[in-house]
């Protein structure tokens, strides 16, 4: 199962991972293609080995507007429901929604055609000079699990706005259109589904069907919401999204570091090899409630205690699956009823489950 890349999220360094061809690319590109063998000239358009090649001079003309580029990541991270320097920005949020129209303001600066689809991921096209031809996109996320940080995605939108800016500002005309996508609900903090965006993108028709009766932990429908935040206005039909074969020609995407690893060898930037599938579990045991101080242990039946050994199962399976690079999670743990003094009841575990291929 190849999908697009999702991150693990605790969100320290800013080294910067160049994430290549993710399912979209894979998915869509054209007909008969490998996109991963294809030369930079099959992908640019242009010749680039010649010298004084009209990218060679291009190259030497690039810059980029550093201090620009870190004020708008850092009013991005304003539109936050955590105080400062966290950020948390959910799905059709009131925060998510100034977040997407600054997005959108930031893509109409840039000159860019800017469309959106029935679950709100946000298109932002230079077209080129070939309309015709599919075009060479690249983007990223801006929602922003509790209490993450300013980096995560944003990296990959809003420097994508800036590396078309930076195009402009050089004279580059493209020959495919080039273009920035922001897609929804990287994250599956409402709706429990990560990719959400790009998986309809791809054209996934079990997921445009489950869309329509999601709801989240206060029981708000993935539709309603999503009319809140002014999508899916046409009723019950997310199919609208699904991307045709051939839609893009290229897919890039930019991402920081979301580990340990690059900073602790030293190196700037890193080219993904391998993509996470990732898969998430909900589980919840009923035992038997009492009083703590009455219950003797042996005829105990503890629902908390269940869910802490398949907690503790899942920590031994993935250390015993041989890869280094595949997780697993139980981030989240409800006891029911809660208290000091009650044997649990009822227990409710999640478990993040991400598989390297
Ligand atoms: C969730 O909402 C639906 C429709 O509004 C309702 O029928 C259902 O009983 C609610 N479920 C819970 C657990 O509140
Ligand atoms: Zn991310």
């Known amino acids: 199962m190849s999908l697009r890349f999702c991150n693990s999220h605790s969100l320290y360094h800013l080294l910067l991972v160049l994430v290549i061809f993710c399912s979209i690319s894979t998915i869509y590109a054209e007909a008969n293609e490998d996109p991963t063998i294809r030369t930079m000239e099959a992908f640019s358009g242009y010749p680039i080995h010649e010298s004084n090649s009209f990218v060679t001079n291009l190259a030497s003309s690039l810059s980029v507007d550093t201090e620009t580029l870190q004020k708008r990541i850092d009013e991005l991270s304003t539109f936050s429901d955590t105080p400062a320097p966290s950020v948390t920005r959910v799905l059709y949020t009131e925060n998510d929604v100034l977040a997407r129209s600054y997005i959108k303001n930031l893509m109409g600066l840039s000159g860019l055609s800017v469309r959106e689809d029935a679950v709100g991921n946000i298109f932002g096209r230079w077209i080129g000079n070939e309309a015709e031809l599919a075009p060479v996109a690249t983007g990223s996320h801006i929602d922003a699990i509790p209490y993450s940080g300013k980096y995560d995605g944003v990296v990959g939108v809003l420097g994508a706005i800036e590396a078309i800016n930076v195009l402009k500002r050089s004279g580059f005309k493209p020959r495919r259109s ?178 390297w291929a």
Do not use: W
């Open 178 to 355: 080039l273009e920035v996508i922001m897609f929804t609900s990287e994250e599956p903090t409402r709706y429990g589904i990560s990719c959400l965006g790009s998986r309809l993108l791809a054209g996934i028709e079990s997921l445009a069907k489950d869309l329509t009766s999601t709801v989240d932990g206060q029981n708000i429908s993935f539709l309603d919401a999503a009319r809140s935040a002014g999508y899916a206005k046409e009723p019950n039909d997310l199919s609208s999204v699904f991307l045709k074969k051939g839609s893009y020609s290229a897919f890039v995407e930019l991402h920081i570091e979301q580990g340990p690893i690059l900073e602790e060898e030293g190196t700037s930037i890193g080219i993904v090899t391998a993509i996470a599938a990732p898969a998430s579990i909900k589980v919840d045991f009923e035992g038997n409630g009492g009083h703590a101080g009455a219950v003797l242990m042996p005829n105990r039946n503890d629902a908390g205690l269940a869910a802490a050994e398949l907690a503790l199962a899942v920590e031994k399976h993935v250390l015993e699956s041989g890869s280094i690079d595949t997780v697993g999670t139980v981030g989240i743990l409800e006891l029911h009823p809660g208290a000091i003094n009650s044997i649990p009841s009822k227990s409710h575990l999640e478990i993040g489950y991400r598989q």
